[in-house]
């Protein structure tokens, strides 16, 4: 499986984003997939996640402002962001997990793309 992360970009706070993870192979979907970021000098933090069913969840600090959706069609999961502050600028990662389930711990996770930089400028 291969995970190819697009839509990263400079952006100035208010601004939004929408990311693309593109997966190849059969099991996306059947799978759930997840969005984490890593900030330089942080550790890779949980963002959002989408089971193969559609159902999501995020992490209170994108709460009402970014939202995962997935197209299985096209083998692609999305995350459009808006309202973005300089803090959420990170490398966003996208991957794909385990099961069905989509959890937040990075164990839940077995495949990782390459990562997409997003700059929020203040």
């Known amino acids: 499986v291969q995970l190819q992360a697009s839509g990263g970009g400079l952006v100035q706070a208010g601004g939004s984003l929408r990311l693309h993870c593109a997966a190849s192979?059969?099991?996306?979907?059947?799978?759930?997939m997840g969005w984490y970021r890593q900030a330089p000098g942080k550790e890779r933090e949980f963002v959002a996640a989408?089971?193969?069913?559609?159902?999501?969840n995020y992490a209170d600090s994108v709460k009402g402002r970014f939202t995962i959706s997935r197209d299985n069609a096209k083998n692609t999961v999305y995350l459009q962001m808006n309202a973005l502050k300089p803090e959420d600028t990170a490398v966003y990662y996208c991957?794909?997990?385990?099961?069905?389930?989509?959890?937040?711990?990075?164990?839940?996770?077995?495949?990782w793309g390459q990562g997409t930089l997003v700059t929020v400028s203040s």
């Open positions: 192979g059969s099991i996306f979907s059947n799978n759930g």
């Open positions: 989408i089971t193969s069913v559609g159902s999501t």
């Open positions: 991957a794909v997990s385990r099961s069905s389930y989509a959890g937040r711990g990075l164990a839940d996770y077995r495949y």
